[in-house]
């Protein structure tokens, strides 16, 4: 009863299909991390009832080949004690040859129990090794589905990981478009400029200025000759008289 559970604990396990178990879960990773788990124990269990059910077989078999033994030495003791009694029955000593024949008896029946013992026990050594056959390929299985939710496991969360970096790029990118920096960019270039056009302004409102100053001074300067002009004249104009005189 008992192998038959170890049995059919190791099918339902074996038979798991792990993308459906997947589909169906709401955190794959924390499913598959108790799979492992689940499975990890449930091969520590099903290999200690699967050696457990082996050593018993092994046990049997040995039993079976005592049996065995056992049946042939009996029946060399009995080979021996037959022809000893033949011998003295040859030699007239028909009382010792009756107590040999006797032990030749004794000996079969001895033989036959063994065999007997041999035989019945060959059908369960038989049938228990098919048991221990199913149970190994079934370990062999459960190892491989290990194997298998682990892969299946490790690669789940790689996938996360790459996954949750994909998104954080994601969201950085849409930071940035959000925040826009080219158009930032933009404003400081139109201050910039801003800048730069009163710079310019500044300059050429201090050479306005400037000129202004220059041609004060110029008028200045033409003043002053027309003033030196009418004083030659003036003065000419004096002399021209006085000289009539």
Not at 110 to 122: D, G
Not at 214 to 219: G, R, W
């Amino acid at each position: 009863m008992a192998k038959q559970s170890i049995l059919g604990r190791i099918s339902q396990l074996v038979r798991a299909n792990i993308n459906a178990l997947i589909d169906q879960a709401e955190d794959p990773q924390m499913m598959l991390d108790q799979l492992v788990r689940d499975y990890t124990n449930s091969i520590a269990e099903a290999e200690s009832a699967v050696a457990q059910t082996i050593g018993n077989l092994r046990l049997m078999e040995q039993d079976h080949a005592e049996d065995l033994e056992s049946a042939a030495d009996w029946g060399r003791k009995a080979l021996a004690a037959s022809a000893k009694g033949t011998e003295l029955r040859a030699a007239g000593n028909t009382e010792d040859a009756d107590k040999f024949d006797k032990l030749a008896k004794i000996a079969i029946g001895k033989q036959i129990s063994a065999e007997n013992e041999a035989k019945t026990a060959e059908p369960t050594i038989a049938s228990q090794n098919q048991v221990v056959d199913q149970l190994k390929d079934g370990l062999d299985k459960m190892r491989e589905k290990l194997s298998e939710l682990t892969s299946k496991r490790d690669e789940l969360v790689a996938r996360a990981k790459t996954a949750q970096a994909q998104s954080q790029v994601h969201d950085a990118i849409q930071s940035i478009d959000v925040l826009d920096p080219t158009s930032e960019l933009g404003r400081f270039e139109e201050k910039v400029r801003r800048e730069e056009a009163k710079v310019m302004g500044q300059q050429e409102l201090s050479a306005s200025s400037l000129d202004s100053q220059f041609e004060s001074l110029e008028d200045l300067d033409k003043e002053a000759e027309v003033e030196a002009r009418l004083a030659e004249l003036k003065a000419g104009g004096t002399q021209a008289v006085t000289s009539g005189s």
